[in-house]
């Protein structure tokens, strides 16, 4: 993950989260607009899974399901059967990446779904079990309502809101582009098997009597702000929060988990932050606190790099960006396992890049800062 994360800036948790889908054998949803990187991302977390059947399509209106599903087989017409050759197709894929998702016809709906949601294909009438690992989706926009596309937006499991890199990342962007990233050809690749241990370990794996009453605390404050995820929602986080907590090197789930339902329980763009405040309220305190001072960091940091010319303000900024990062090295002695140390390094260097881009905007100099982590 780190490979793809020098290679995807800004992309940390689009990267961790596909992880989990893949652990937890779910879909994930990517929207945002042209240019954000989507399927090349895609295709790159593919590369990693040695051996992979990797497959990606651009669907639109007139994408036919001979196209998705494969053409059906001449010989078995004269035996008076309707049986698709699959080879290379989708029902023989591990990871697929549909592109335009939501343009997909009705023809193909209904088999997609099933696909989807079952992990079945039927070919000739016969329910056919596909070894397919994660159906992977992008678009530029929601759908729209009475487009009858909420079953297939159900079907994604974990959602994210992908936007262009903030000015700090593009620069960085810039010179990787410029420079070939600076990133040797090894890619460190999981097999297949890996893969298969890693599902089995996150089926073991436990959630306590705990967390389940935590769920049905979270369930109760999201129906008070009028979100209302599914019943099948929830018991599918149950898979995620698992997921989570395997490739963190656990066999139980612990509060710090319940942060990846941030991308699962809404369905509205506009529910997201209300979403990530109770779950903030219920989660592990070192994630949510650093969660909030990271969200901080970046409000503050574009308001001062959308107004230039406020210089008072934008010396605001680059104070509260210094305080915002002692605090992140004050939380350094909670931060008590592998993951928080990780999550809390990343953030500290975020935090110290958004900095460094104010200052050099407001004084033409990048300044540091004057203390670090001690990890």
Known sequence: MDYLAKRFLERESVIKAAMVAFVARKNLLLIGPPGTAKSE????????????????????????????????SLRSLEQDAYRRITTAKLPEAHVAFLDEVFKASSAILNALLTLMNERLFYNNGAPVRTPL??????????????????ALFD???????????????FLDML?????????TAYRPQLSLADLEALQAAGDRATVPI??????????????????????????????LL????????????????????????????????????ILRQFGDK??????????????????ALANPEEVSETSKAIAKLKKIGRRLVDMEPDAGTKRKQTALRENFELVRQLHRTVHKMAFHVEADFDFNLTK
Request: proline share 3%; hydrophobic share 40%; net charge negative.
């Open 41 to 72: 991302l895609v295709s790159s977390l593919a590369e990693l899974l040695n051996g992979c059947n990797y497959f990606q399509w651009l669907l639109s209106k007139f994408t036919t399901p001979e196209e998705l599903f494969g053409p059906v």
């Open 133 to 150: 690992v994660s159906v992977i989706g992008a678009s530029n926009e929601f759908p729209e309502e009475g487009e009858n596309l909420s």
């Open 155 to 169: 079907r994604f499991h974990l959602r994210f809101e992908l936007s262009y890199l903030g000015d700090g990342a």
């Open 175 to 183: 010179n990787g582009a410029a420079t070939g990233w600076g990133i």
């Open 210 to 239: 705990a967390t389940l009453n935590t769920l049905r605390e979270i369930r109760r404050e999201l129906v008070k702000e009028g979100i209302t995820p599914s019943d099948r929602r929830f018991v599918n986080g149950l898979a």
């Open 242 to 277: 698992k997921a989570h907590a395997v490739l963190d090197g656990r066999d139980q789930v612990m509060d710090e988990d319940l942060s990846i339902l941030a991308h699962s329980l809404w369905e509205e763009p506009e529910q997201k932050a209300k979403v990530g405040t």
């Open 286 to 303: 070192f994630t949510g606190q650093l969660e909030e001072l990271v969200l901080d960091a970046k409000e503050v940091a574009e308001k």
